[in-house]
């Protein structure tokens, strides 16, 4: 309510940084590009797991090439998003979804 809800919306959809928050969407797009480059130069072939706020990974759908197909760019609370780079180029395998919980 503080914000308003198209303000919001716009924030979890198009991640469209609200008036006075400070978060810089070049900064943050630059950091997980630098990120990205150094997986493919340094861990050629493997997993990587990064843990960061949704605040912060809804920007790294812009490595991605098919990054427009992302809705949503918000990963909601214990969600994960997985990104692949193919040896081109990355894209996005899945976002936003929930591991399923164990029975035990």
Known sequence: ???????????DERALVPPGWLADPR???DEWTTFGDRIV?????CTILAVTSNGVARFAVRLAGNSSTIGN????TGALGVLQ?????W??????????LSSS
């Not at 309510?1 to 924030?11: F, P, S, Y």
């Not at 780079?85 to 180029?89: C, I, K, Q």
């Not at 894209?91 to 399923?100: H, L």
Request: charged share 25%.
């Open 41 to 45: 130069q340094n861990y050629p072939g």
């Open 85 to 89: 780079h193919d040896g081109t180029s």
């Open 27 to 29: 900064t943050l797009t």
């Open 91 to 100: 894209q996005v395998k899945e976002w936003n979804i929930r591991p399923p």
């Open 1 to 11: 309510a503080r914000i308003g809800t198209q303000v919001l919306k716009d924030w």
């Open 73 to 76: 760019k918000k990963l909601g």
